[in-house]
Protein backbone atom coordinates (compact mmCIF):
# COMPACT_ATOMS: atom_id res chain seq x y z
CA UNK A 1 0.00 0.00 0.00
CA UNK A 2 0.97 3.40 -1.25
CA UNK A 3 0.01 6.91 -1.36
CA UNK A 4 -0.18 7.35 -4.99
CA UNK A 5 -2.66 10.79 -5.40
CA UNK A 6 -3.26 13.32 -3.18
CA UNK A 7 -6.56 15.70 -4.03
CA UNK A 8 -7.02 19.17 -3.47
CA UNK A 9 -10.16 21.39 -3.95
CA UNK A 10 -10.23 24.39 -6.22
CA UNK A 11 -12.90 26.66 -7.59
CA UNK A 12 -10.30 27.24 -10.34
CA UNK A 13 -8.61 24.18 -11.30
CA UNK A 14 -6.37 25.54 -14.20
CA UNK A 15 -5.43 28.42 -12.20
CA UNK A 16 -4.23 25.80 -9.58
CA UNK A 17 -2.87 23.54 -11.72
CA UNK A 18 -0.60 26.30 -12.90
CA UNK A 19 0.96 27.31 -9.47
CA UNK A 20 1.72 23.70 -8.73
CA UNK A 21 3.41 22.72 -11.49
CA UNK A 22 5.42 25.55 -11.66
CA UNK A 23 6.04 24.81 -7.78
CA UNK A 24 6.67 21.01 -8.14
CA UNK A 25 8.06 21.01 -11.24
CA UNK A 26 5.20 18.86 -12.62
CA UNK A 27 3.02 17.97 -15.60
CA UNK A 28 -0.76 17.05 -16.64
CA UNK A 29 -0.57 13.14 -16.49
CA UNK A 30 -3.49 13.53 -19.09
CA UNK A 31 -4.88 16.31 -20.72
CA UNK A 32 -6.84 18.65 -17.99
CA UNK A 33 -10.37 19.10 -18.34
CA UNK A 34 -12.10 21.81 -16.82
CA UNK A 35 -13.02 19.99 -13.57
CA UNK A 36 -9.61 17.96 -12.56
CA UNK A 37 -6.55 17.47 -13.32
CA UNK A 38 -3.68 14.90 -11.86
CA UNK A 39 -0.16 16.01 -11.85
CA UNK A 40 2.67 13.86 -11.70
CA UNK A 41 6.63 14.49 -10.71
CA UNK A 42 8.38 14.95 -14.18
CA UNK A 43 10.76 12.77 -13.90
CA UNK A 44 11.02 9.82 -11.32
CA UNK A 45 8.13 8.39 -8.88
CA UNK A 46 6.58 10.67 -6.27
CA UNK A 47 3.43 10.90 -5.24
CA UNK A 48 0.81 12.73 -7.89
CA UNK A 49 -1.13 15.97 -6.83
CA UNK A 50 -4.81 16.02 -8.22
CA UNK A 51 -7.30 19.13 -8.23
CA UNK A 52 -10.89 18.46 -8.50
CA UNK A 53 -13.43 21.61 -8.93
CA UNK A 54 -15.00 22.28 -5.81
CA UNK A 55 -16.96 25.14 -4.12
CA UNK A 56 -16.51 24.14 -0.62
CA UNK A 57 -14.79 27.16 1.22
CA UNK A 58 -11.03 26.77 2.39
CA UNK A 59 -10.72 25.55 6.09
CA UNK A 60 -8.85 28.14 7.92
CA UNK A 61 -6.71 25.00 9.94
CA UNK A 62 -6.99 22.50 7.71
CA UNK A 63 -7.02 18.76 8.42
CA UNK A 64 -5.04 17.47 5.79
CA UNK A 65 -2.09 19.46 3.56
CA UNK A 66 1.14 19.10 1.79
CA UNK A 67 3.77 19.43 3.48
CA UNK A 68 6.95 20.63 0.90
CA UNK A 69 10.91 20.24 2.30
CA UNK A 70 13.36 22.06 1.47
CA UNK A 71 17.05 22.86 2.80
CA UNK A 72 16.93 26.26 1.10
CA UNK A 73 13.55 27.69 2.68
CA UNK A 74 14.27 31.34 2.41
CA UNK A 75 14.25 30.86 -1.14
CA UNK A 76 11.85 28.80 -1.95
CA UNK A 77 9.35 30.76 0.18
CA UNK A 78 10.35 33.43 -2.11
CA UNK A 79 10.09 31.90 -5.21
CA UNK A 80 6.93 30.45 -3.82
CA UNK A 81 5.17 33.65 -2.78
CA UNK A 82 6.66 35.55 -6.75
CA UNK A 83 4.33 32.32 -8.30
CA UNK A 84 1.55 33.84 -6.51
CA UNK A 85 1.21 32.04 -2.98
CA UNK A 86 0.48 34.04 0.15
CA UNK A 87 2.04 34.17 3.30
CA UNK A 88 -0.70 33.06 6.20
CA UNK A 89 -1.16 34.94 9.63
CA UNK A 90 -0.63 31.60 11.43
CA UNK A 91 -1.56 31.61 15.09
CA UNK A 92 -0.43 28.07 15.97
CA UNK A 93 3.57 28.26 15.25
CA UNK A 94 5.31 26.88 18.06
CA UNK A 95 8.46 28.39 19.05
CA UNK A 96 11.14 28.39 16.48
CA UNK A 97 9.35 26.57 14.10
CA UNK A 98 11.08 24.47 11.21
CA UNK A 99 7.83 25.52 8.97
CA UNK A 100 6.39 28.41 7.31
CA UNK A 101 2.51 28.42 6.64
CA UNK A 102 1.73 30.11 2.77
CA UNK A 103 -1.62 29.44 1.09
CA UNK A 104 -1.52 28.38 -2.49
CA UNK A 105 -3.62 30.70 -5.17
CA UNK A 106 -7.02 28.81 -4.18
CA UNK A 107 -6.29 29.73 -0.41
CA UNK A 108 -5.54 26.15 0.45
CA UNK A 109 -2.62 26.27 2.88
CA UNK A 110 1.00 24.33 3.02
CA UNK A 111 3.53 24.58 4.68
CA UNK A 112 7.36 24.80 3.71
CA UNK A 113 9.40 22.49 5.41
CA UNK A 114 13.27 23.31 6.57
CA UNK A 115 14.79 20.02 6.56
CA UNK A 116 18.04 21.83 8.22
CA UNK A 117 16.35 22.77 11.03
CA UNK A 118 17.74 21.64 14.62
Known amino acids: MRIGTVVMGASDVARAAAFWKAALGYVER???RDDWVVLVPAEGPGAGLALGRSDSPVQEVPRVHLDLYTREQDAEVARLLA??????DWALYPEDPDFVVLADPEGNRFCV???THG
Open 30 to 32: EPA
Open 113 to 115: IDT
Open 83 to 88: LGAAEV
